[in-house]
């Protein structure tokens, strides 16, 4: 039911009873009173609610909050995210996400409004960090359609394309590889060989421990990885399945491998540490890694270009890209041939040429069969192809 009411001064209140039956009146989207100059207007808004409640739709305006608010809130509900993910996205909320739509009550960010907003973001920043400002939204506002502030969340939108190219872009030959190892201070020069022809990350490799490393049965296993945030070093689990992984080592690695720990194993759990024990940190690819690059004649080169090698040189032995993403340890099929795709034109070659072959020994039965019927003599005609008498 919905009605108006005068009021002593002369404006109009818009009433309107809601599921309990209790009588409501239409509140400004702030949660304030608001009253109408006309009467029209007044009835207008009070059946708009009751047609609100009628279809489901209804939001008790009590519960109305601005998205700052509701975001500081939520923030600290969010589980199984590390300390580095959860300051990313405070980071993302109060630079991007609250100076645009913090003053706003949830119950009007509506999908337009999101739109415009993706929209004004993209001339400002990069389409990876949009998808993230927008997907921590996202978290948000579902988040409130469970806490019954909102309806509904609003919309999907279309966020602006990532035109990046994402492929290994520098790789080393084996020899190459090679020079970097005997360029670099001799207690690193496993770190390099590892990274080289094992394929792990920088991480991987800094928070890999002498328990995941078993030379007898030649194998290493990537089960933690080693992250630095802010000058503290945490040993972290990988983040999906996919990255833990247990690879066999070649025997030349499980020489080096062996050497390394006899003579450099001054570390009680770590396989790769400093002079002093320490482990290493971000600051080991500027004081001995950059030179060695530098004295080798191989700039530019990164660390990551190492993990490029390995795969480079797995491909050039002929491994399938569904062994290359387990050895990686990509998430997905599609993550290895984005990155590594381009190195494989050699192996198309290949496969077009085996086509060719398996062509020319399916058409040859055929090109017999065309040769005999050519040569079988009919009747009234010799071998020649001559009329005979009768």
Not at 47 to 73: F, H, I, N, Q
Not at 144 to 158: C, G, Y
Not at 368 to 387: E, F, I, M, W, Y
Request: glycine residues 8%.
């Amino acid at each position: 039911m919905a009605w108006t009411r005068r009021l002593p001064s002369g404006r109009w209140q818009a009433l309107y009873r809601d599921a309990a039956g209790r009588t409501r009146s239409f509140k400004a989207p702030d949660g304030g009173s608001f009253t109408f100059r006309r009467r029209d207007d007044a009835k207008k808004a009070a059946e708009e609610e009751e047609s609100k409640l009628r279809g489901g739709v209804w939001v008790d305006p009590a519960l109305s909050v601005d998205l700052a608010s509701y975001a500081e809130r939520f923030m600290p509900t969010v589980l199984h995210h590390d300390p580095a993910t959860v300051d990313r996205d405070r980071s993302l909320l109060h630079n991007h996400l609250l100076p645009h739509l913090g003053t706003l009550p949830v119950s009007e960010i509506d999908t337009p409004r999101v739109r415009a907003w993706v929209g004004q973001l993209a001339l400002e920043l990069s389409p990876a960090t949009v998808a993230l400002v927008y997907q921590l939204l996202g978290r948000i506002m579902r988040q409130a359609q469970e806490d019954s502030l909102i309806v509904k969340a609003p919309a999907r939108v279309r966020l602006p394309r990532d035109t990046r190219d994402r492929r290994a872009d520098r790789w080393l030959t084996a020899g190459e590889l090679e020079m970097l190892a005997g360029a670099v201070e001799r207690r690193y020069r496993a770190v390099i060989l590892t990274m080289g022809y094992m394929g792990l990350r920088f991480g991987e490799i800094a928070g890999l421990t002498q328990r995941y490393l078993d030379l007898p049965r030649a194998t290493l296993e990537v089960a933690h990885s080693l992250q630095e945030r802010s000058g503290h070093l945490t040993l972290k689990e990988p983040k999906t399945d996919a990255s833990r992984r247990k690879l066999p080592l070649p025997a030349f690695l499980v020489s080096e491998l062996a050497e390394h720990l006899r003579r450099f194993g001054n570390h009680p759990y770590h396989v790769f540490s400093g002079r002093e024990g320490s482990l290493l940190r971000k600051t080991w690819v500027r004081r001995h890694f950059n030179p060695a690059v530098e004295s080798a004649g191989l700039a530019p080169l990164r660390p990551h270009h190492l993990r490029h090698t390995a795969v480079s040189l797995l491909i050039g032995q002929g491994a399938h890209p569904k062994e290359i993403q387990e050895w990686c340890g990509h998430s997905s099929f599609a993550v290895t041939m984005n990155v590594y795709g381009h190195l494989l034109p050699e192996r198309h070659e290949k496969l077009a040429a085996l086509l060719d072959t398996v062509h020319r020994e399916g058409a040859r039965p055929a090109e017999v069969v065309q040769l005999h019927a050519d040569c079988t003599p009919t009747r009234g005609s010799n071998s020649s192809g001559h009329k005979m008498g009768l």
